[in-house]
């Protein structure tokens, strides 16, 4: 089959999450004309601050590090680095591979307004998507019960 214009469907975030090159860009390179390219945006699930100001005992770095034991028990990760996601790019034939890494505020806190903006938006997803990005991954990953992880999630919340 010939090479043909490739536009990938929507696809869960786990779909790149792992250290070897992925069906999805293996299959993308695969698809692509010469000179085509993909867009990959991804989260790493790993909260922190410009200056130390998180405290390593929060309950945001206690979540972070609960989903990151869910991923690993299933050889996943979700500390996901501009530098690991281009070495699957490339593993899977693509070249001259860009990373753009930004940062996400969590909240309205940041003085730009742009920032504050985008902060408030994530703020939302986290809080709307906290439960069924959890739930699941440590019942079925971590065998907690749904009794454990409701207050777990509760105190999280209240933080």
Known sequence: MPPLPFS??????????????????????????????????????????????????????????????????????????????????EDAGFENVTVRDFKIPIGTWASDAKMKEMGGFQLVAMLEGIQGLTVDFWVNCLGWSVEEVGPTLFSFLGA
């Open 8 to 89: 990938p469907p929507k696809c869960p975030a786990s779909c790149s999450y792992g250290p070897a090159p992925t069906p999805l860009n293996t299959t993308s390179h695969r698809h692509c004309k010469p000179g085509g390219w993909i867009e990959s945006q991804e989260l790493s699930v790993d909260a922190r601050s410009d200056d130390n100001s998180l405290p390593s005992d929060s309950y945001i770095h206690k979540w972070c590090e609960n989903q990151e034991a869910a991923a690993q028990s299933v050889g996943m990760t979700l500390l996901m680095s501009g530098g690991v996601l281009k070495k699957q790019m």
